[in-house]
């Protein structure tokens, strides 16, 4: 463990990474994202900004007070220090805590830190324990040059292709899917690294990016051209391996019906009063039942037409048949909170969204709020045995850290 007695009396002593010092020189959504849940399981995490700050800090709206809700969703946990890679006297402070750290993690373009002494080898040679953590858009070979943006990969990767009406124009995901998944991807491997450093007392370099995890990610939809040779293209809401397996219009709006499998297409039925068409030769396994979509559609569409959405829901889902309304946000939100899930935390006054893991013995816990601006930047300097910076950023907040919340 790299914190010592002369940390802070505020680093975490409980959680499963209790102990664990992250540097964090990621900004914008996969790095901060993974960082979030390394701090969520108890990890300390010093988040280092340069003197703009990170992007998502000024990408509004929407915003809760002067804050972008974009930065207040990922990064909760963190302080906050602004280092200027500029400024040698800074390098130095860099360079330090990336000696004392277990995880050193960015997303800057591949190569981009070695000019300051931060880049693997020399990160590795001034601590060889260290989990070092790259995160990029296209790889370190043949894409380094490229700008990792999710909207690029989602158009590039092929899920634009894959997304939107099938005789309408290519979309992006409502969120950046592969940011996020890069996000996990990249906790799952620096997690993986700090066993095998456990284990060896060796570090190693962890790579992710936006486009290998798409390859991955698209699952079925790759693997329909890879090992089937298919090409697979926009089909709405529908699936391409199952039927019914998308919103159908009900009496007075859509709901959603999954039926997987040969047995809950025989509980839809019965449950729908039509419990002929399970025994139908068109429609007796789900491969026929995707020959014949569009024979069927109609005559599940005639009896969802009797009902509201509401009542079809009722009774399908006590029936055990899959089924649920297309929410808004707020409607996902309350459901979550209906269901005992409790989707929110409240962290120094600030809602964020739960880590979604629970634990048995060793919960995730949420101390501090997302970090203003270089808000820890003069008690982190002093931990790594320098004085306070004789320019500090004038948006800075206040150098004491705020008060853990319950």
């Known amino acids: 463990m790299s914190i010592d007695p002369a940390s ?38 010093v988040k280092v900004e340069s003197p703009a700050g990170d992007d998502t800090r000024h990408w509004v709206p929407p915003r809760r007070g002067d804050d972008g809700t974009y930065y207040l969703a990922i990064n909760r946990g963190k302080r906050s220090v602004v280092l200027d890679l500029k400024d040698a006297d800074d390098v130095e402070v860099a360079h330090e805590l990336s000696r004392r750290a277990d995880v050193f993690i960015h997303n800057f373009k591949p190569g981009g830190l070695d000019r300051f002494g931060l880049g693997y080898d020399d990160v590795a040679a001034r601590n060889p324990g260290s989990v070092y953590c790259s995160i990029s858009g296209f790889g370190s070979t043949g894409g380094a040059h490229l700008p990792g ?83 697979p293209g926009r ?27 040969d047995g809950q297409f025989r509980k839809l039925v019965r449950a729908m009063g039509v419990p002929e068409l399970a025994d139908d030769e068109r429609f007796r396994t789900v491969g026929l039942r ?62 964020t969204v739960r880590n979604p893991i629970r634990f048995s013995a060793t919960p995730a816990r949420y101390e501090l709020p997302p970090p203003a601006l270089d808000s820890h930047g003069e008690e982190v300097r002093r931990w790594l045995g320098f004085g306070p910076h004789p320019h500090p950023h004038p948006d800075a907040a206040p150098a004491e850290p705020p008060a853990p919340s319950a």
């Open 8 to 45: 802070p009396p505020e680093v975490r002593t409980d959680g499963p990474l209790a102990g664990v010092l992250v540097a964090d020189f990621s900004r914008v959504l996969a790095g901060p994202y993974a960082t979030m849940l390394l701090a969520d399981l108890g990890a300390e995490v």
């Open 149 to 231: 943006y999710d909207l690029l990969v989602q158009a590039m990767s092929g899920l634009m292709s894959l997304t939107g009406d099938p005789d309408g124009e290519p979309f992006r995901a409502g969120i950046s899917v592969f940011d996020v998944m890069t996000g996990l991807h990249s906790v799952i491997g620096i997690l993986a690294a700090l066993r095998h450093r456990d284990a060896t007392g060796e570090g190693q370099h962890v790579e992710t990016n936006l486009l290998a995890t798409a390859m991955s990610s698209l699952v079925n939809q790759t693997s329909a051209y890879v090992a089937g040779g298919v090409v």
């Open 235 to 261: 089909m709405g809401n529908a699936h391409l391996s199952l039927f019914p397996y998308e919103p159908l219009a009900t009496g007075d709006g859509d709901l959603v019906v999954a039926a997987g499998n």
């Open 290 to 351: 995707n020959d014949n979509r569009e024979e069927l559609r109609p005559l599940l569409l005639e009896r969802l037409a009797t009902r509201s959405a509401q009542e079809w829901f009722t009774e399908l889902s006590a029936a055990g048949v899959p089924c649920g309304p297309i929410n808004d946000v707020r409607g996902g939100v309350e459901l979550a909170e209906s269901l005992g899930l409790e989707p929110v935390v409240e962290v120094g006054g600030v809602p």
